[in-house]
């Protein structure tokens, strides 16, 4: 497995601010690497409302079905999280070993088990021995200390070459309140419903029902749009925790999702997401382009988003921009096979700027030199109308690279 | 581009008998390839039925088209079939070009347009200019003789590694009936209602409309259950031609799809088209090993089938393939992705004869050195059991490989 971050990790990471009212600390486990950290544990202070967004997969993992357990509760005190072993396909075991995690963080910070959260990641069949780490907890909670986002962000990481992280602030009422998010994930990144892990938080007096439908409708136009491989983890685990302290500096606390003193709030948290999610894409295994695809014209924005999603997903569009060819012959068979309203006669193609195919033929008029020149950037453009109706829909994928192959194929050989 | 032969191609091609009534030939047109033959025209005696199926693209290629509108007809007199250049998605121009072709080719044989089918294969979006090759369609049918079936079967191919023939005979009433199949692909494989190009004749006496079933049956049995890559090919095209010629060895005319005496002629055909698709998985572009995967115990057959293909199509499935790796893990995750029901805690999981995951956990039982040793085989089974109902279905792809990135991806560069 190749080591080398990817060519499209961002250049330095964020300052991250403290968020009142939580704390970090970060260990080394064991779980499966060497010299690393591999458990983080995030301690919210009493009152912190939270919300969560889990994989669709029939096959989820047992930290996802203890999640989907506490979530209505609506409170947090305590995530876990470790990499090296996702806890998934672990039947009964798997069970036992949340129970034990959950006893030993509830008792960590004197809380109710109700009041914790968990999520692993990693190899799947794994069964997963909390009692190589449950000791650790009470110490992890008791040392944990307001800074330390950048370590949580590395010790969630499996085949990620670099953390993931976002901060930003937002007006709420009168006052400015903060919102940090992390995020891992290379491979077996499909998002149906949310994706790999990523946890955000916020000083924010906010509700959980309202959290939970800002977090619901900003998945779908964030991790829920991005692709690296089609293929969907039973661990997809996303969690936005509000502490509530910045109503101490006068922030109103929000109890309805209409309420209109949201919107710079919802606008902030979106482009968090949609900033993480990138992030991901970009450290997509073996990736070396980002690409980004705009269905336009479409009967309804939803099928816009199957086209787009058909188009992100082909192999052979995948490893056309991996080779650096603006092949559109290729995006007109990933059109044709969505299932979805199409026409052939009607259809438009561009590479970036460059019209290349228009009323379901090659532009005469565009120069293969230029679009060629075009294809060598890091971040491709792919836009197709469809010239049906006013549907639209706008997904983010990777390149596909023997690089790729080699991280799922080559690891044993 | 490798021009190596897939290590999964057979060890000898089949010796293949002459079908009376078929006569065939093929001509270097230079198209797109040098010092190889790219067209080809299969002529046939008056009096011959025709069956096909096509992709269900909804951006069809101009011979898709063509060929949809002459299928009611039922009644062949020539096939004519170009590699190089698909003729898809180039518009008007590309309706001019199946016109020019269709007079050439009826005027060859003195039959009406309406008798006439065309197929292309290779480029996407370059206009197929006619006047390259109609000039030749007379002199083609003049000489076209029978026996020349390996020659059409190499001149149909592309990224194909080897000609694809199978050959096969039937009772039919008292008489011995012949049947032979040729089939070009290796990339863009994931058929949906037919697939790339193949085309079958036989001597047997059967109405069209009676083919016509026999096909779209066998069909969904035989290549509608293969992928390569899950991308759907524009130009999906299986034709089954059948000249009525035995009957003068007393074989019954069947004009019904009822008719008892078709038993031996479907089981025959049913076996010669799934040899037809398997021959096409092993040619999969750089395809090592050949993957069958069958799930039962789902809720019903179509539920079996799509999650058999959400195994098939996963990347990282066949990427652990590929590195003989029995990773049932990520074939956990493509039954859970698959949307289709299913219960983690009743989940086995095969790999040939080795049980490695029952009642949704790893099985104590199986030795992770037998599983390794099977993996190094060149035809893996993958067998799953949702424990759901009684539903069950087959299919076949091929493991993923540099080479099929190599082969996609690095071509321009």
Redesign the interface.
Known sequence: MSSAVSPLAPKRYPKMPKIEGVRIAAAEAGIKYRNRKDLMVMVFDEGTEAAGVF??????SAPVEFCRKNLPGGKARILVVNSGN?N??????GRESTEVTARAAAKAVGASEGEVFLASTG?????LDAGRFSHLLGELAKRAEPGAWEEAARAIMTTDTYPKLVTATARLGDAEVVINGIAKGA??I?P?MATMLSFVATDAPIAAPVLQELLSKSTAKSFNTVTV??????SDTLMLFATGKAAARGAPRITKATDPRLSGFRRALGKLLKALALQVVRDGEGARKQIEITVSGAKSARSAKRIALSIA????VK??V????AN???V??????????????L?SIWFGDHRV?H????DPAYSEEQVSAYMKGDEIEICVDLGLGRGKATVWTC????E???I??????
């Open positions: 994989t669709r997969s029939k096959c989820p996702a998934a396909f672990t039947g009964r075991r190899v799947i069949g794994e069964p491979g077996m499909a149906d491989d089609s293929d969907t983890s039973t997903n082909s192999p052979l490893t056309a991996a080779g650096e060819d559109w012959g290729r007109v068979m990933a059109v044709g096979k969505a299932g979805e309203p199409a026409e052939r006669d259809l195919a009323e379901g033929e090659r390149d596909l690279t023997k790729y192959v080699a799922n194929g080559d690891y044993r050989s």
